[in-house]
């Protein structure tokens, strides 16, 4: 588990100080796929970058499995990294290393002997289905191809952590949809517990158990994706929800549900809806259903 307690972080510019967190708290079970979301200049990815100490907080504790990663020896903090992996909106590849070598290459800084080190990352690039491009160059790749590599690099230390630091951002919405079906993968073969930094409330609601909405350095709302959508509380959430909305859902003869309309336990009545075609969305609208205890079900 990772907890964050009243962690802040603050930046001297000149004569004057800039608050990038103040009194952040939260609490990221292991195995979810933990969302905090935010505009530009909200603080994400310092926070993100706080729970490994890439940046070392002002204030504040970071708990990693109960243990203050703050105050640990350099040596116990290098050996921790280990099971935090990180992907980037940049990908952060090797120009002048194959797609194999960049896989192994936190393996051989790890002293990894070469050759287990190239079966361990030949798995891997199975696992993220780039196995047959194992020879090419980061340039000879796509986009999605880059970040597929970078997600498999991250993985060859078994970390039980994957931070995601915008790791969509640069790519077009299909290969979005496709590199977060592959992180979701992971998060429910390989039980790896997944925090993803976005500003898109789409990247949210695809894949994400939890979010925590981040705004003016603070946290000022948190919840399960069901519930944040259906009841955002704060201004900035129903500002990046309302945006997310604009998009038209298809609904072509999909899956219909019925509605037990009653008050004071007399039925009153039934009404059917019909579903969107994009499964995340229409499994979204049952999540709701369900946690507020609506009668439905779903007809043949």
């Not at 201004?235 to 909305?245: H, Q």
């Amino acid at each position: 588990m990772i907890e964050l307690c009243h962690l802040a972080k603050t930046y001297k510019d000149q004569d004057k100080e800039i608050v990038a967190l103040e009194d952040v708290n939260l609490r990221i079970q292991d195995g979810e796929i933990y969302g905090i979301i935010g505009l530009s200049g909200a603080g994400k990815s310092t926070l993100v970058r706080c729970i490994n100490l890439l940046e070392r907080p002002t204030a504040g504790q970071v708990l990693i499995d109960g243990e203050d990663i703050t105050v640990i020896p350099r040596k116990r903090l290098l050996e921790l990294r280990r099971s935090i992996g990180m992907i980037f909106q940049g990908f952060h590849l090797l120009e002048q290393r194959s797609v194999l070598r960049n896989v192994t290459f936190p393996l051989e800084v790890s002293g990894i002997k070469s050759s287990l080190a190239k079966d361990k990352a030949m798995e891997l690039l199975d696992v993220v289905g780039l196995s047959q491009r194992a020879s090419s160059y980061p340039s000879q790749l796509s986009g999605g191809q880059k970040q597929r590599v970078a997600i498999a690099r991250a993985l060859a230390t078994d970390p039980k952590y994957l931070l995601c630091d915008e790791a969509t951002s640069a790519l077009d919405p299909n290969t979005t949809s496709s590199i977060l079906d592959l992180l979701k993968k992971i998060n429910q073969t390989m039980g790896v517990t997944i925090i993803v930094i976005t500003h898109e409330m789409s990247v949210i609601d695809q894949i994400c158990d939890k979010v925590a909405v981040l705004d003016q350095s603070r946290i000022v709302e948190e919840g399960k994706v069901s519930e944040v959508f259906v009841n955002p509380r704060s201004k900035i959430a129903r500002e990046l929800i309302l945006r997310n909305r604009k998009t038209n859902y298809a609904i072509h003869n999909g899956r219909r549900i019925k509605l037990m309309l009653q008050e004071d336990d007399v039925r009153q009545g039934k009404i059917t809806l019909e579903l969107p075609d994009e499964s995340h969305e229409a499994n979204r609208i049952v999540a709701w259903l369900k946690e507020n205890h609506i009668e439905w079900k779903e007809e043949a």
